[in-house]
């Protein structure tokens, strides 16, 4: 069987989209205006510190209060689409790999069937394309997102204040070391946690398929006992991959956290010495916390990613298993 890396699996997987390409255009769209809805937020915040409260004008903080709720309503409405559409394709997309992979099995031959597990191929129905559906109908949507109001975060950044914005930058590279190191690792626990998933299925299937001939033969508990032995190793699984996937964000969330202090500190310094006014430390420090839940929220995507890329090889070498039984160019009549 072939070997797949990520890279392909996730082209395969976003693939499916093609044919909801406007379903695509309006989920884009709703999330763009989202994102930007949120990086404006933070101009509006600088303008009620510096022109509003600093400068004592009552009328002006009322003025921008009242911006940064409409702006948030904006906000708001373009969530709701994003949400909604995003999360139909990641049903849509998972019932069409479902369709795709049924409608193939049932041109194989068989000798497939009786070399595999009923209950093996169930779960990569059921719990496989339930893990696609998740990364398209939110992990998608919630990678989009960050890389967007990061790169805006940035921009904005840099706009305010260069220095400030060059310590960022040093840190980003540091934050990237854990999703390097760990994320390998999740996929292969992912695919691995998988698999254990499908052998309880399977063994579910095969034992209450023959009930009468295990109550027969007095086999309950030996059965009971195979079964919790296939439940720990379905556990022991998980808890590797979560270990994994949990190390990659308390690193990621560490790194992020002690860079925005030391930033603040520096930005605190250029505003004693009149450098920057407290309305663009304000938007500053508001623009370093989006981009590092940015950052957060991709590192926390690409686990999500490496799992469904256990799910989509498991789906594809379902897909790519080829009859024994070929077809006859001319079948007699």
């Known amino acids: 069987m072939k070997t797949h890396t990520t890279k392909t699996l996730m082209a395969w997987l976003f693939g499916q989209l093609r044919p909801y ?27 009620l510190v510096d022109q509003g409260f600093i400068a004592n004008n009552a009328q002006r903080l009322n003025q ?10 904006v906000g ?33 031959s068989p000798a497939f069937f009786a070399t595999s597990r009923t209950g093996e191929v169930i779960s990569r129905f059921t719990s496989d394309t339930t893990v696609l559906q998740s990364v398209v109908g939110m992990g998608l949507s919630m990678a989009l997102r960050a890389v967007i109001t ?22 980003v590279p540091i934050v990237l070391i854990p999703i390097r190191i760990f994320g390998p690792k999740v ?13 309880v299925g399977a063994y579910i299937d095969e034992s209450l ?46 790194i992020s956290l002690i860079a925005i202090t030391v930033v603040a500190w520096m930005g605190a310094i250029l505003v004693l010495s009149s450098e920057l006014t407290p309305g663009e430390l304000t938007a500053f420090m ?31 070498e379902l897909l790519q298993t080829q009859s024994t039984i070929s077809s006859v160019a001319e079948p007699l009549k």
């Open 76 to 108: 708001s409405i373009a969530t709701y689409f994003r949400f909604y559409y995003m999360i139909w394709l990641g049903e849509r997309v998972s019932a069409d790999i479902r369709q795709n992979v049924y409608s193939h099995l049932l041109t194989l």
């Open 209 to 254: 398929h023959e009930i009468q001939t295990v109550q027969a033969y007095g086999h309950e508990p030996i059965d009971k006992q195979r079964f919790f032995e296939r439940i720990d190793g379905v556990m022991e699984a998980a808890r590797k991959r979560i270990q994994f996937r949990a190390l990659m964000i308390a690193c990621i969330m560490g």
């Open 286 to 316: 508001f623009y370093a916390v989006l981009a590092g839940g940015s950052v957060a929220n991709i590192s926390e995507v690409i686990g999500e990613i490496q799992k469904a890329a256990g799910a989509s090889e498991r789906l594809m």
């Open 187 to 199: 996929r292969t626990f992912a695919r691995n946690s998988q698999d254990r998933v499908a052998d």
């Open 150 to 171: 990061f790169i805006g975060s940035l921009m904005l950044m840099l706009f305010t204040s260069h220095i400030l914005t060059l310590y960022v930058l040093i840190a």
């Open 64 to 73: 921008l209060a009242l911006l940064i709720i409409a702006i948030g309503f």
């Open 21 to 47: 390409k406007l379903q695509v255009v309006y989920a884009m769209l709703a999330l763009i205006v989202g994102a930007v809805s949120w990086l404006v937020l933070g101009q509006g915040v600088k303008y």
